[in-house]
């Protein structure tokens, strides 16, 4: 790929597409090919590329632009005519990302000069390869590169779904045409950008006040004369049809027969009943009782099964204290305090737990009680341990007598060997008392013994002392 680029000469011209898929930066070959560039230039200080989209993509071909149109069989160059094709030997369609001028009509018919270059051909639509397309090289004007990582902005086009004259069907745009070097400083717009803004809205908004114009004369209808005719009057009627909004004057048979049973007297349609219009008189309709709701009995609890039922299997602190209990919730139901008997009861136990407080002698159970034991014998046994002047080693275990009652547990000592006590000393003092060994020290201590040991041999067989 280097030795493709090095046969390409130098770009002097630099311009930004700023599309809906991204930025693509292009950059311009001005001298080689000097009407196509200066065409491009042109036309993007007029701002006329802003808005065209990609009308054709052809995936790993190319992708084509240019057209106002959106058709591609629109476009115009900025020198009023089509202009000639500038083919070059060192350019060529080799790989993707070269820009490329696209033809108005088809080269094989077009007119050609005496070199065979195409003329009057080339407007303002112009392409990007996806590809190499070797086969255009000569017969297309190729005049600028994509440089940089934007190509891969311009690789997302082809991906876009088309239909079968190769339109995608959400066609991407180009927003605007940002110029960065421009190689032609000479170079005067035929208008502004500004200017053919405004000249696009004018353009729409005539477009579409002539749509509105038409679409009004259409729903006009033209009247029919039938005054010269016979039946005239008669045409007239049947097609006249009532406004919207006006009540149409139907008759029936109570109006064109003179007959007694039917009356001619309109009728209102009530929810209940027909009513004549001459008899309806104003009146408010009454209210009517709504039905009396079903009134919800709740069912009685019968404490007495309750109580029954719980009596069966339960102990007698249970039971008292279920009688209790719902002695305590009838008292609530019928507004009466609780009894005193079970006030005082309550005051009782508050009493004496509080008196036990104030003297230091709560009431204590049955396991305070253990533990004070089992604290005394810990006492004891200390004492015997410490009275004892020397206290031998144990024998060896012997787990099958082992017992639940051993009362002399707690004077058990465990003892080592003096074996054992001499490793663990040993392994003790490896973990904390340890050498620090430098190899620096045995080389100093080895020069400091033969100071003449430092002797270098050489390949030639001769040793040399350092002096």
Sequence with gaps: ???????????????????????????????????????????????????????????????????????????????????????????RFNRRGLVGMAHSVDPDTAERDNRGRILRTNTSQFFITMSDAMELTGTNTLFGRIVGDTIFNALKIQSYETDADEKPLYPPKIKTVKIVINPFEDIVPRITRAERKAQAQA???????????????????????????????????????????????VKSSHDLLDDKTLSRDRIVKNDKQVVPQNNITESRAEPQPEPPKEQVTKPKVDLAAIRKEHSTGTSADVKESIRQTEEAIEAMKSGKKPSEKMEKKGDDDYSAMLEGYKKGKPKRGAAFDRLKAFKEGLRSTAKVVENSEETPADDEYDYDKDTENDSDWMNHQLHSSAKDRLEEDQSRRAEVDYDVIDPRQFKRARKHANPNSDVRQRSGGGAYARI
Excluded at 67 to 72: A, E, R, Y
Aim: include cysteine; hydrophobic fraction near 30%; glycine fraction near 10%.
């Design 1 to 91: 790929m280097s030795s493709i680029y090095n046969l390409e000469p130098y770009t002097n011209g630099k311009v930004v597409l700023q599309t809906t898929v991204g930025d693509i930066e292009l950059e311009l070959w001005g001298k080689e090919c000097p009407k196509a560039v200066r065409n491009f230039i042109a036309l993007s200080l007029e701002g006329y590329y802003d808005g065209c989209i990609f009308h054709r993509v052809v995936p790993d071909f190319i992708v084509q632009t240019g057209d106002p149109t959106g058709t591609g069989r629109g476009g115009e160059s900025f020198y009023g005519e089509p202009f000639e094709t500038e083919p070059h030997q060192r350019l």
């Design 203 to 249: 353009k729409a908004d005539r477009q579409r006040e002539r749509e509105e114009e038409l679409a009004k004369f259409n729903k006009k209808k033209l009247k029919k004369k039938t005054a010269l005719l016979s039946f005239g009057d008669e045409a007239t009627e049947e097609e006249a049809q009532p406004e919207v909004g006006q009540r149409r004057n």
